[in-house]
């Protein structure tokens, strides 16, 4: 392929000959052992990955609302190769922001243009593992650096990582972030796990046994808490509700389609896609900085839009939906990602209440 028009707004017309792309690839990412390596090539030559970073580190530097309507528009057409963008867009940022100049300089340039893949390990510090007594990664200081020794346990394409963007705590209960290379003596990427639904993202594990990392490496700390400073790859953010509402958006349209020889369908695609809209609103007021409603609210109501409008494509669908290949399948399994990722007790409770039926 010839290289493509760079996509330099949301409603760049270049942005319709990707969305068409990936939407027509996203059924082949169902197979065994796939990975959205030719989606990401893509992506990469419309220059998806500058709209993240600013300027200065050679990107397009989209304002957040403009971001927050790419990636609606990206995970409605394939929502595996969103997430795995959002996880090497978190590595980037985290990388791009940290203090270690240096280390930015020598990873960025060939991250922006796609030719190396950096990845997010953090979950192990925010809502992974945390009601265990011990750390699951911990380190410890060395001459030069630090020793890191153990796992983190969900690291999106780690398979095909050249960096994982990782977190340890130390002894004191400070905590480092860094940027490792998956090559260090010590490091291993074991055979990523097979998933309800986004299998083609590759998220496994990385261990790490005794790996020492230089202190080039380091990005942020020793410090309390190391997740809640700097940029990036936070959890329970706004990020995670627009890829819901991407995904809602997909199955709606469908419904809709139906709807032109199916009066039936009228109703209901009419009224959810009335929740959509208001919701996608609230969504682009709170990244305006306008304070519409909480950010948790928000992410709550994401789940429920895209767990209930992906069961509605598949009743509309009826046993046809239920084939393995059918879209409708798909979106339910995808769907369900959202009760389990980067996501805050609040939100998990929430969620729980209104399963229960105990939501007002
Ligand atoms: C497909 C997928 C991709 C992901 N990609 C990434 C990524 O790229 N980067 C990243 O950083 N994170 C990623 N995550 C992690 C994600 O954001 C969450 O951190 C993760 O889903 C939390 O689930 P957990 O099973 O590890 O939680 P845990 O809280 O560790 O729960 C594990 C088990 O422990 C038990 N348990 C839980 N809480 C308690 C308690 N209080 N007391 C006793 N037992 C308890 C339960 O039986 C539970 O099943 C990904 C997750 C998934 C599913």
Redesign the pocket.
Same mark, same amino acid.
């Given at each position: 392929m010839a290289d493509a028009v760079k996509i330099t707004s949301p409603d760049d017309p270049a942005f319709d000959e990707l969305a068409a792309r990936l939407a027509e690839m996203a059924p082949e990412l169902e197979e065994e052992g796939a990975w959205p390596g030719e989606q990401l090539a893509l992506c990469g030559r419309y220059g998806v990955f500058e709209w993240f970073l600013a300027e200065e580190f050679g990107g397009q530097g989209w304002r957040q609302p403009d971001i927050f309507r790419g990636y609606l528009r990206l995970s409605a057409a394939c929502l595996t190769t969103t997430?795995v963008i959002t996880?090497r867009t978190?590595a980037c940022q985290r990388i791009a922001h940290s203090d270690n100049e240096a280390i930015g300089r020598e990873l960025l340039p060939d991250l922006l243009t796609g030719r190396t893949f950096a990845?997010?390990?953090?979950?192990? &510090?925010?809502? %992974?593992?945390?009601?265990?007594a011990k750390p699951v990664m911990r380190a410890e200081e060395s001459d030069d650096g630090f020793v890191l020794d153990g796992f983190?346990?969900?690291?999106?394409?780690?398979p095909h990582a050249q960096t994982v963007v990782?977190g340890a705590t130390l002894d004191d209960g400070r905590q480092i972030l860094v940027a490792l290379p998956t090559d260090l003596p010590g490091a291993s990427v074991p055979p990523p796990?097979r998933?309800v639904? &986004?299998s083609a %993202?590759q998220?496994g594990a990385v261990n790490c046994e005794r790996v020492h990392v230089p202190q080039t490496h380091l990005l942020a700390g020793p410090v309390a808490e190391v997740m809640k400073q700097g940029v990036g790859?936070g959890?329970g953010g706004l990020q995670t509700s627009t890829l819901a509402i991407g995904l809602a958006d997909a199955a709606i349209t469908y419904l809709e389609e139906e709807r032109e020889r199916r009066n039936d369908l009228a109703e209901p695609a009419g009224a959810l896609r009335s929740d959509w809209r208001r919701t996608r609103d609230d969504l682009l007021s709170l990244a305006e900085g306008q304070n519409v409603c909480s950010t948790e609210d928000l992410r709550v109501r994401a789940n429920s839009l895209a767990l209930r409008t992906a069961q509605a494509a598949l009743a509309a669908a009826k046993g046809t939906g239920y084939v393995v290949g059918h879209p409708a399948g798909r979106w339910c399994r995808e769907a369900l990602?959202f009760l389990?990722?980067?996501?805050p007790q609040p939100v998990m409770a929430a969620n729980l209440c209104e399963l229960a039926g105990l939501a007002e």
């Open positions: 997430f996880q978190g990845t997010v390990g953090v979950s192990h &510090l925010t809502t %992974s593992r945390r009601h265990l983190s346990p969900w690291v999106t394409g780690a990782t796990a998933l639904g &986004l %993202s998220t790859a959890t990602f389990v990722w980067s996501c």
